[in-house]
Each structure stands twice: as C-alpha cells, then as structure tokens.
C-alpha cells in the first residue's frame, strides 16, 4: 500500500517550454502533497505545498508563478515548470500524505522525475 | 531553527561487515524522526520512524536506528550489509507547528564485494 507515482520519470526540453510533473496516490488518499527539488548530490529542498482544493503554499525563495502547482483531486497533483531554463534542470519528488497535518502523518514519496532543459 | 546533520558524506563498508549511520538533529521539543533511503534515480523508501515509545526501532531490510535524546541523535544500524544496500540514505526530521520534513544532506553507503 501506500504508493506515489509520477510522470514522466524523464523529460528533456527546450529552454522557454513549459513542462507538467504529474503525481499521483495509487492507493489512498493525499489531503496534502508536497514537492521537492533535489540538485545533484544534495538533500531534498521542500518547494510547495499543496491541499487539495486550495492554493499550494510556496516555500521561500520560491516562485510561485514559475513553479505552478495544482492539487484538483485527492489524488492528483500536478507541477508545471513554466518557461523553463537550463537552471530549472534537477529532480523533482513529491510525497503524497494521507493527512498531511499532524506531524504523525507519514510522507510517501514519489519515484521521482528528472527535468533536463536545453 | 530545526535542523538534520549528517556528518559522513561517503561511508565504504566490506559487504557482510555491520554499518552505522550518523545522524544528530537539533529540535527543541520531542523529535520525530525519519530514515529514508534512495537509490540511484529513485525517489525515497521509508525504513524507519520514531515518534515515541522504545527508542530502538525496527525498520525493514533488516535496519534499524536507536533515539538517544541526551546526544540529539537517530543513528541507522545494521548489522551485516548486502551488496544491495548501497544507496543514498537520508535522515530527517518533521519540523515544530507544521508537517514540513527537514532533511539532512545524506549519506551515500558504497559497498564492496
């Protein structure tokens, strides 16, 4: 149980496209999904969150208008990379939670989705 | 500010040799506390969590890590590694009045044959 996944697992694009990150809960219900960026050979930077129904809440230094997130449904949350430019290059997790608001509710990650702009 | 500090960046162990993993956090209140692992291109697998109670706690694939409060510390053990547990791992905490994880930088466990 408990299972994230995403799509695409890959995608390489031209600089100034725009580009959707699809994450899905296979098996529950995610109240709260969140996004991560990860650089090569670091750690996993919190980006947003997202709740199903409401705005994403943004984490600093991050832009929202570049970055758009959209959680339609209990299972579904999508990130779209707007204008997309070489420096927008890394991997992108999300993690799926069941409650998403205590701090009890475990996270499930996704398997990831490495963007790769041109 | 809560933060996760894993001091070994890389950590080479023989395979069939035991392994333990560094992890100290700084939080003010009763921690909650995560060990994930990733393996090359994937995203992250729980193998562990601490909330409360026994402070020794069993994960899966045979790890797992003990909470000492007096050193602020969350180590992953295990006491005889495969050559498939080579992979990043990562340690993190779940920071104070919200749900957000904080992540240490990770440990990547390189295993000989």
């Known amino acids: 149980g408990a299972v994230v996944s995403q799509h695409p697992s890959r995608v390489i694009c031209k600089s100034g496209t725009s580009v959707k990150i699809e994450c899905r809960s296979l098996d529950f219900q995610a109240t709260t999904m969140f996004w991560y960026r990860q650089f090569p050979k670091q750690s996993l930077m919190l980006m947003a969150t997202s709740n199903e129904g409401s705005k994403a809440t943004y984490e600093q230094g991050v832009e929202k208008d570049k970055f758009l997130i959209n959680h339609a449904s209990l299972t579904l949350s999508t990130l779209t990379v707007t204008s997309a430019h070489p420096e927008d290059s890394s991997f992108y997790i999300c993690?799926?939670?069941?409650?998403?608001?205590?701090?009890?509710?475990?996270?499930?990650f996704g398997p990831g989705t490495r963007l790769t702009v041109l | 500010a809560q933060s996760v500090t894993q001091p070994d960046i890389h950590i080479t162990v023989s395979e069939g040799a035991s392994l333990e993993l560094r992890c100290n956090y700084s939080?003010?209140?009763?921690?909650?506390l995560f060990w994930y692992v990733q393996s090359p291109g994937q995203g992250l697998q729980l193998l562990l969590k601490?909330?409360?109670?026994?402070?020794l706690v069993q994960g899966i694939k045979g790890f797992e890590a003990e909470f000492k409060r007096s050193q602020s510390s969350f180590n992953l053990r295990k006491p005889s590694v495969h050559w498939s547990d080579a992979a990043e791992y990562f340690c993190?905490?779940?920071?104070?009045?919200?749900?957000?994880?904080?992540f240490g930088t990770g440990t990547r466990l390189k295993v000989l044959a």
């Open positions: 993190a905490v779940v920071s104070s009045g919200t749900y957000k994880y904080i």
């Open positions: 993690s799926a939670s069941p409650g998403g608001h205590t701090r009890t509710d475990t996270q499930y």
């Open positions: 601490y909330f409360s109670g026994d402070t």
């Open positions: 939080y003010g209140a009763t921690p909650y």
